[in-house]
Nanobody
Framework: QLVESGGGSVQAGGSLRLSCRVS????????MAWFRQAPGKEREGVAN????????RLDGSVEGRFTISQDNDKNTVYLQMNSLKLEDSAIYYC???????????????????WGQGTQVTVS
C-alpha cells in the first residue's frame, strides 16, 4: 500500500515536499516513482528511485528543480519540489514496481502499485 501526503497550494516559485509511505514489503529492492496528471492531460512520469541502490531518474521537465529521495528506515520516498511553476499543478501519484522496471517506468507510465494521489496546485 502506498500513501501520499504533502500536497497543497503554493505560489509560483515556492516549494513543497511530497511523501509516499510504503507499507512493509518483503521485497527490499523496488522501483519507487512519482507520476503526475493534470486535468485534460495524460499521466507523465516525474522521477523514480531504485530503493536498493538509490539510483534516481528525473524527467527533463523537472531536472534541477525536483529531487527524489528515500528514507528506508521510515519506508518513505520523498519528492522535493522547488521553484514550482504553474505547469507543475497536477495530482501527484506515488507508484511502485520491480526494480528492473525503473529504466523504462517514467516513459511507459505503468506500475504495479499506485497510491491514491495528492493534489498540488501552483498559482
Amino acid at each position: 500500500q502506498l500513501v501520499e501526503s504533502g500536497g497543497g497550494s503554493v505560489q509560483a516559485g515556492g516549494s513543497l515536499r511530497l511523501s509516499c509511505r510504503v507499507s512493509a514489503s518483503t521485497d527490499s529492492n523496488r522501483c519507487m516513482a512519482w507520476f503526475r496528471q493534470a486535468p485534460g492531460k495524460e499521466r507523465e512520469g516525474v522521477a523514480n528511485i531504485i530503493s536498493g541502490s538509490g539510483t534516481t531518474r528525473l524527467d527533463g521537465s523537472v531536472e534541477g528543480r525536483f529531487t527524489i529521495s528515500q528514507d528506508n528506515d521510515k519506508n518513505t520516498v520523498y519528492l522535493q519540489m522547488n521553484s514550482l511553476k504553474l505547469e507543475d499543478s497536477a495530482i501527484y501519484y506515488c507508484a511502485s514496481d520491480l526494480a528492473w522496471k525503473c529504466a523504462s517506468m517514467l516513459v511507459s507510465g505503468t506500475a504495479q502499485y499506485w497510491g491514491q494521489g495528492t493534489q498540488v496546485t501552483v498559482s
